[in-house]
């Protein structure tokens, strides 16, 4: 079915609770959260290539809409009737999905939204309930992840609902981690060696953070991909698509990163680095977290020279590194808080796609 005519008729109108526009090609995912929600109201349209302030900028070309499109319906349960084609509108060409009305409701991924107004709202959130009585610095962090999760990127609302799992096995298993108190470290051999997974847990969601995000970028802006960066026929060929590619290529960016090398990661990656979020600062406090990661994963937290390199007279060689939850607290949420400031540079920059936006 054609639908060209209805979709000129629309362009120009105001977001609203049957139109919503994207500047740039989002993620499946954000497509389907998106379908998703007009399915379970009242059906709508969703517009690509014109931006919420109704400038018409098009679509680029590099990638093709209809393989994203075809990747966010088969998130769908059960796929609702939908349309979709590219469509020229003076001389740009946009990229339009229109969405009926679904008699039953649509979930993505067991998560079913609804369009109310011009946004988008989870209909069955998920609560967390922490435990009476318990250690209180958990439910103010939680809070913090609540306000960081709105108006998110993907990549950051994944990583976000990670780190608020994080907080709950820290909740619900006090007992091992916090046996004495937050404030000091756990004398339970089974509550050290949870402590070591949690930690290495949330720094390796912070890594896929970026990797997802860059991700993004490169969906939005294919330009920013388009470096001296080298790839083999057998690395394109053992991809089934170019999104696949492209989420290939995101990933491998971050060896680096995963080596420790804060520095050399930001070098490497102007688009993270243009955004002027992580200074050096920033960057040596980064790298000090990777460290306590690689200790935790690779040595059981037994000090080694390679780690005293970086704390200069705060350990002991062949002692056991051990942090308190009290301190494990603080180093998820600095990097949540990281992660908050280059998601927001990100969305501003490169006109990233967002969800749950309020």
Do not use: W
């Not at 054609?2 to 362009?11: G, L, P, Q, R, S």
């Not at 959260?33 to 709508?44: K, V, Y």
């Not at 069955?124 to 809070?143: A, C, D, H, L, R």
């Amino acid at each position: 079915m054609d639908i060209t005519n209805e979709v000129v008729k629309i362009i120009g109108q105001p977001e609203s609770s049957k139109l919503e526009y994207k500047s740039v090609l989002p993620p499946s995912r954000n497509i389907a959260q998106l379908i998703s929600s007009f399915a379970n109201a009242d059906g709508g349209y969703i517009i690509l290539g014109v931006s919420d302030n109704l400038e018409i900028n098009g679509l680029s070309e590099d990638f093709h809409a209809n393989a994203i499109t075809h990747k966010a319906l088969d998130l769908l349960s059960p796929q609702p009737q939908v349309s979709y084609q590219y469509v020229v509108y003076k001389g740009k060409k946009l990229y339009a999905i229109k969405v009926e009305k679904s008699d039953s409701l649509v979930a993505v991924e067991g998560k079913s939204y609804q369009r109310v107004g011009a946004s988008v709202k989870l209909l069955n959130p998920t609560e967390i309930q922490f435990k009476s009585g318990g250690y209180p610095k958990i439910k103010s962090v939680s809070q913090q992840f609540e306000v960081h999760i709105k108006n998110a990127t993907n990549a950051k609302t994944k990583l976000i609902e990670h780190y608020q799992s994080i907080l709950k096995i820290i909740d619900d298993l006090g007992h091992m981690l916090d046996p004495i108190d937050p404030s000091v470290p756990t004398v339970n051999q089974e509550g050290k060696i949870l402590a070591r997974i949690l930690f290495s847990s949330f720094v390796d969601n912070f890594e896929t953070y970026l990797s997802d995000l860059l991700y993004e970028i490169f969906l939005a802006k294919p330009a920013t991909l388009k470096s001296g960066s080298k790839v083999t026929v057998k690395e394109v060929l053992d991809c089934s698509d170019l999104q696949e590619f492209v989420n290939y290529l995101a990933k491998q960016k971050i060896g680096k990163l995963q080596k420790g090398s804060v520095k050399g990661f930001i070098s490497d990656n102007p688009q993270i680095n243009n955004l002027n979020v992580i200074d050096d600062s920033k960057q040596n406090e980064i790298e000090k977290i990777l460290q306590i990661r690689h200790l935790y994963s690779h040595r059981n937290g037994i000090v080694d020279e390679k780690f005293l390199q970086y704390f200069t007279g705060e350990f002991t060689l062949n002692l056991e590194h051990q942090m308190s939850i009290d301190e494990i607290c603080d180093k998820l949420c600095y990097l949540a808080k990281i992660s908050h400031q280059i998601d927001s540079a990100a969305i501003a920059k490169y006109k990233l796609a967002k969800i749950n936006d309020e």
